[in-house]
Every structure is written in structure tokens, then in C-alpha cells.
């Protein structure tokens, strides 16, 4: 069983950055993917980035190409989203989630999500 536990989210204003953090427990080497999604009010979940615990591949959204970096640290068992010029319609509850493969960008190849982190950018 894989646990997973973002932290990060909050209120910024267009323009600015945060940094998201998502800790995985109980990993193993079959869960080799880990992705970032997003969920605006009203809309379907969002495929953000992905990326490879062995070998740091990523994959990009292209409305986020340029401005977000995911990132991971192995020793720790987390990964990173670090968003950039921010934009208000970057708004959205923000999950990270665990696949087998790597460069899934579709939430139904993820078995294990985070229960989520809000992100609020303001005009």
C-alpha cells in the first residue's frame, strides 16, 4: 500500500510561485510514476506532470510548459511541483497520485492519490 500526503497549496496572487510537496510511505519499486492533477470547481480532474522515480523523466501539461517543474527527491521519498507565474486560472485542488509506469498522464493509470492541496491565485 502506498500513502501519499501532498502539502504547499495556499493563496498567492498572479505572478507569484509556490511549491508543492508530496510524501510517499510504503513505496515500492512497482510504483514507478508519480503525477500531479488538478481540479477546478466544476470541471474534471487535470492531468499537471508526471514524473519517473528512476530516472527523472517528466512530462508537462502544455498549459503549464515553461512555468511549473516537477521534480523528486529519492532519498526522501517526494516529490516537488514547483509553479511559477502563476496564473488565476492555476486555481484548483492539486493531487499527486502513484502509478506503476511512469508518464501516465491519465487519472485512471494511477492506483494511489494524495487527498489533495488547494491552490488559490488571485488577479
Known amino acids: 500500500q502506498v500513502q501519499l500526503v501532498e502539502s504547499g497549496g495556499g493563496l498567492v496572487q498572479a505572478g507569484g510561485s509556490l511549491r508543492l510537496s508530496c510524501a510517499a510511505t510504503?513505496?515500492?519499486?512497482?510504483?514507478?510514476?508519480m503525477g500531479w492533477f488538478r481540479q477546478a470547481p466544476g470541471k474534471g480532474r487535470e492531468f499537471v506532470a508526471a514524473?519517473?522515480?528512476?530516472?527523472?523523466?517528466?512530462v508537462y501539461a502544455d498549459s503549464v510548459k515553461g512555468r511549473f517543474t516537477m521534480s523528486r527527491d529519492n532519498a526522501k521519498n517526494t516529490v516537488y511541483l514547483q509553479m511559477n507565474s502563476l496564473k488565476p486560472e492555476d486555481t484548483a485542488v492539486y493531487y499527486c497520485?502513484?502509478?506503476?509506469?511512469?508518464?501516465?498522464?491519465?487519472?485512471?493509470?494511477?492506483?494511489?492519490w494524495g487527498q489533495g492541496t488547494q491552490v488559490t491565485v488571485s488577479s
Open positions: 497520485a502513484a502509478s506503476k509506469f511512469m508518464g501516465q498522464t491519465r487519472d485512471y493509470e494511477y492506483n494511489y
Open positions: 510504503g513505496r515500492t519499486v512497482s510504483t514507478d510514476g
Open positions: 514524473i519517473s522515480w528512476s530516472g527523472g523523466n517528466t
